[in-house]
Antibody, heavy 118, light 110 residues
Framework: EVQLVESGGGLVQPGGSLRLSCAASGFTFSSYWMQWVRQAPGKGLVWVSHSNSDGSSISYADSVKGRFTISRDNAKSTLYLQMNSLRAEDTAVYYC???????????WGQGTLVTVSS | QSALTQPASVSGSPGQSVTISCTGTSSDVGGYNYVSWYQQHPGKAPKLMIYEVSNRPSGVSNRFSGSKSGNTASLTISGLQAEDEADYYCSSYTSSSSNVFGTGTKVTVL
């Protein structure tokens, strides 16, 4: 069964850092693009970042550029999101998802909640 | 990148059809056939329903169909059922080599 499991969320103070992980199983992780998408409480989906299959092509939303870093360890089938200089507006459930734009993002993990508050 | 524009809500009775629009620009929806649609039930992760404008992943009901004209994409749900009540989001590739989601539409089954 294809599965994505996020972890690493929690409560952090403004200006702090957090690293999210997304453990993949049931497919050849190293062959797939991966995405991070977030959803603030009661709000819509917002794309955050993508990585191609070997990490050589990466992109970020303007709102996180320079503060967030996406990376992957294909040997461990794990995707990461390093989040620095966190702000209150970064509070959201963070989802990882498999796929590229032309074939959609599928599946998605269950999400991990990040709360930025003092 | 501004979010794609969707109606906040649509509703229909069981068995009816509803259509959700998704309006962007020539830099996203209008420029590429890389429009996807996602269904999200409360407290759950999104689920892919349509990709590349009109393709359904395996396992998705054929009551769901997608189309595009110019800068506007559409998702139609035919034969509306109670389990279709959820939030729906469109998504598009952009000229910035990134992705943008729609504002989301709540579908209510009356």
């Amino acid at each position: 069964e294809v599965q994505l499991v996020e972890s690493g969320g929690g409560l952090v103070q403004p200006g702090g850092s957090l690293r999210l992980s997304c453990a993949a199983s049931g497919f050849t992780f190293s062959s797939y693009w991966m995405q991070w998408v977030r959803q603030a409480p009661g709000k819509g989906l917002v794309w955050v970042s993508h990585s191609n299959s070997d990490g050589s092509s990466i992109s970020y939303a303007d709102s996180v550029k320079g503060r967030f870093t996406i990376s992957r360890d294909n040997a461990k089938s794990t995707l990461y999101l390093q989040m620095n200089s966190l702000r209150a507006e970064d509070t959201a459930v963070y989802y990882c998802a498999r796929g590229r734009y032309y074939n959609g993002f599928d599946p998605w993990g269950q999400g991990t909640l990040v709360t930025v508050s003092s | 990148q501004s979010a794609l524009t969707q109606p906040a809500s649509v509703s229909g009775s069981p068995g009816q059809s509803v259509t959700i629009s998704c309006t962007g620009t020539s830099s996203d929806v209008g420029g590429y056939n890389y429009v996807s649609w996602y269904q999200q039930h409360p407290g759950k992760a999104p689920k892919l329903m349509i990709y590349e404008v009109s393709n359904r992943p395996s396992g998705v009901s054929n009551r769901f169909s997608g189309s595009k004209s110019g800068n506007t994409a559409s998702l139609t749900i035919s034969g509306l059922q109670a389990e279709d009540e959820a939030d729906y989001y469109c998504s598009s590739y952009t000229s910035s080599s990134s992705n943008v989601f729609g504002t989301g539409t709540k579908v209510t089954v009356l």
